[in-house]
């Protein structure tokens, strides 16, 4: 079993920046971080593989956020610059050990429901 715990949300305007952490209890190959708006179904944002061998991330954040994974320390990252208000949700890393290559990890971002182990997530307000 993985516990995760995420860290690191806030308020902040739009075009600001904020790093989400994750602190997994145990290393998984596959981890991903999700977020879900108040009436809006939970969305895949990023995922990583292999400690960063491969990424993945939604086109609504491409070039703006980064996954990243520090397997000595069991914490996943997000980094995310440029935000916009529509980016405002709560936010949550989850942990998928049963996908043993990269291709199976990304295209369950968009199948919540195959992630295994999830945190009780970190909100991220953007004003405009």
């Known amino acids: 079993q993985v516990q995760l715990v995420e860290s690191g949300g806030g308020s902040v305007q739009a075009g600001g920046s904020l790093r989400l952490s994750c602190a997994a209890s145990g290393y998984s190959n596959c981890m991903g971080w999700f977020r879900q708006a108040p009436g809006k179904e939970r969305e895949g944002v990023a995922s990583?593989?292999?400690?960063?061998?491969?990424?993945d991330y939604a086109d609504s954040v491409k070039g703006r956020f980064a996954i990243s994974q520090d397997s000595a320390k069991n914490t996943l990252y997000l980094h995310m610059n440029s935000l916009k208000p529509e980016d405002t949700a709560m936010y949550y890393c989850?942990?998928?050990?049963?996908?043993?290559?990269?291709?199976?990890?990304?295209?369950?971002?968009?199948?919540?429901?195959?992630?295994?182990?999830w945190g009780h997530g970190t909100q991220v307000t953007v004003s405009s």
């Open positions: 989850a942990a998928d050990p049963a996908a043993w290559y990269g291709g199976a990890c990304h295209a369950n971002l968009a199948r919540p429901s195959e992630y295994t182990y």
């Open positions: 990583i593989f292999a400690g960063g061998n491969s990424v």
